[in-house]
Structure formats: C-alpha cells, structure tokens
T-cell receptor
Framework: SQQGEEDPQALSIQEGENATMNCSYK?????LQWYRQNSGRGLVHLIL?????REKHSGRLRVTLDTSKKSSSLLITASRAADTASYFC????????????FGKGTMLLVSP | ETGVTQTPRHLVMGMTNKKSLKCEQH?????MYWYKQSAKKPLELMFV???????ENNSVPSRFSPECPNSSHLFLHLHTLQPEDSALYLC?????????????FGNGTRLTVT
C-alpha cells in the first residue's frame, strides 16, 4: 500500500530558482529516503534521513523531517535544467515490512 | 553506470509468449528486488531476495516467477502475461534488506504486452 505521498504532483520553475517538494506519510517510520528518476532511467538515491534526525544536507539538497506531522520536504537550491526529473520519497516503516514504500512522485521541470 | 545492469532494455511480447528479464549487480550487495512501475502509480514492490532467499512476495500473480541463483543475479520469468502487465520493470539491490541501506536501481526493462 502507498505510504509516502508527494506534493505537488508537478512543479515548473526557472533555472536559478529553488524547488521545494513535500512528502507526507501515514505510519511511524525508521527512515525516509528521497530518490530521483530521469525519464526512461532507474531511480537514483539522493539522501536518507533517519527518524531521529530533523534536517540533512547534501550539496544543493536540503531535506527536513517532521515526525510529529509525518512529513518531509526536499529543497533543491539554485536549480539547473539538469535537475529536471521525477522525485520520489520512500519510507521504511517501524513495524511490518522493512522494505521501502514509494510515493507517486513529483515531476520537476526546470526551464533554462 | 549504476552498478545494476538490466537486460533487455525493451521487450515486446505476446500474451502466449515466455520470456525472461535479467538483472545483475556488481556492488557486492546481499539483497535484490523487483519493482513494477506503471504510469501514474507508485512503484510496486514485487519480490525481495536476501542472500538468495525470497523474503517477500507481494501477492504477485503466478505468471511472474522470480529466480535468484546467487546474490549477484536475479531473473523474472514471464509467461501468459496480460496487456495490463505492460510497465517498466526495475531491478534494485541493497547491502541488506533491513531498510537502512539505499537501493541501487538498474535502468529497467520497458515491457509491452500485445
């Protein structure tokens, strides 16, 4: 069953702008991961944030996690055309299966 | 290069055909996965193998039959598929299957069932 749900479904911005994508989930988690998928390719892991962490950075990426609201956000700063892709959040639940459950993704278009 | 190689990249098959998808990982991981990606739907986990043993079968129809001969290779055998089985089939691997390790995906096999 779907755990993570991304918002918005699609986002269109200009190069240089920041892009923010949100993810909400339903059950308690061990960790939350963000992935990127370019058209026709596999998913690429971007960042993992554990349930006891609130914020994590990797280059131009900033991920926040609010376990009280069961939500996470992915911020891409100073976006580039090459950031155009679909972005997915995935969660690992505390109970039940330990494997990842993905959302439907946010399609990001960055125009030059 | 992702470290996970899937073949073929594209496959068109009739409903009465039998075909196999192949996945190979060069990362020394112990867990391998099959996911199905259909348009406008979340990725669906199909099968999980950990140290060659199947640990999850997510209520997948028997027309999909996985095989994991060793920790580096994973197959998905297909027979008598339906048109709704057309999708992108993604293989992934991770260090282990406890959920703390990121998944490394192949580029998928785009399957079309006619």
């Amino acid at each position: 069953s779907q755990q993570g749900e991304e918002d918005p479904q699609a986002l269109s911005i200009q190069e240089g702008e920041n892009a923010t994508m949100n993810c909400s989930y339903k059950t308690s988690i061990n960790n939350l991961q963000w992935y990127r998928q370019n058209s026709g390719r596999g998913l690429v892991h971007l960042i993992l944030i554990r349930s006891n962490e609130r914020e994590k950075h990797s280059g131009r990426l900033r991920v926040t996690l609010d376990t009280s609201k069961k939500s996470s956000s992915l911020l891409i700063t100073a976006s580039r055309a090459a950031d155009t892709a679909s972005y997915f959040c995935a969660t690992v639940s505390v109970s039940g299966y330990s494997t990842l459950t993905f959302g439907k993704g946010t399609m990001l278009l960055v125009s030059p | 290069e992702t470290g996970v190689t899937q073949t073929p990249r594209h496959l068109v098959m009739g409903m009465t055909n039998k075909k196999s998808l192949k996945c190979e990982q060069h990362l020394g991981h112990n867990a391998m996965y099959w996911y199905k990606q259909s348009a406008k739907k979340p990725l669906e986990l199909m099968f999980v193998y950990n140290f060659k043993e199947q640990t999850e079968n997510n209520s997948v129809p028997s027309r999909f039959s996985p095989e994991c001969p060793n920790s580096s290779h994973l197959f998905l055998h297909l027979h008598t598929l339906q048109p709704e089985d057309s999708a992108l089939y993604l293989c992934a691997s991770s260090q282990d299957s406890v959920g703390d390790s990121p998944l490394h995906f192949g580029n998928g096999t785009r399957l079309t069932v006619t």
